[in-house]
């Protein structure tokens, strides 16, 4: 059982700058969905977050 696995690193955004990161998922063209996100700035301290 081969498993690849790759490293994910976050870049934070420039001082005094904020990111969003964000990602959401749907059970079919017209089913169920859903989708969450975090703000983060310039340290990673987290600022705002929604799902």
């Given at each position: 059982?081969?498993?690849?696995?790759?490293?994910?690193?976050?870049?934070?955004?420039?001082?005094?700058?904020y990111?969003?990161?964000?990602?959401?998922?749907?059970?079919?063209?017209?089913?169920?969905?859903?989708?969450?996100?975090?703000i983060?700035?310039?340290?990673?301290?987290l600022?705002?977050?929604?799902?």
């Amino acid at each position: 059982n081969n498993i690849d696995r790759s490293l994910i690193h976050w870049h934070p955004p420039n001082l005094n700058w904020y990111k969003l990161n964000f990602d959401g998922a749907s059970k079919g063209n017209l089913g169920i969905a859903a989708g969450g996100g975090v703000i983060r700035d310039h340290k990673g301290s987290l600022v705002a977050a929604y799902a």
